[in-house]
């Protein structure tokens, strides 16, 4: 399974490979995140691998932290956000 750094398997994702390579290729440089973020940089990718070292946040005893929990897509309900965060901390603790 490719997942991101944040847990999201890549491959179900209608972005990956147009126009996202997945965030490791781009160093978190991801098309949303330069966009969407001052700091052009995922925050969670920015986080685990830049600050902390980690190859995923499923290797941070805070996981889900608030910052993992506040990075929401605005395209979603908050119940489809819970869903998420959940889904993706189970993929990143399977993994």
Avoid at 58 to 77: A, M, R, Y
Wanted: proline letters at 4%; charged letters at 25%.
């Amino acid at each position: 399974m490719n997942l991101s750094v944040c847990g999201l398997i890549c491959t179900d994702c209608p972005f990956y490979t147009n126009p996202c390579n997945g965030c490791y290729n781009v160093k978190g440089q991801t098309f949303w995140a330069q966009e969407a973020t001052h700091e052009k940089i995922c925050l969670l990718y920015d986080c685990a691998a830049n600050k902390k070292g980690f190859n995923s946040c499923g290797e941070c005893d805070d996981l889900p932290c608030k910052k993992f929990q506040e990075l929401k897509d605005p395209n979603i309900t908050d119940e489809e956000h819970i869903k998420s965060i959940n889904d993706r901390v189970k993929n990143l603790q399977n993994n």
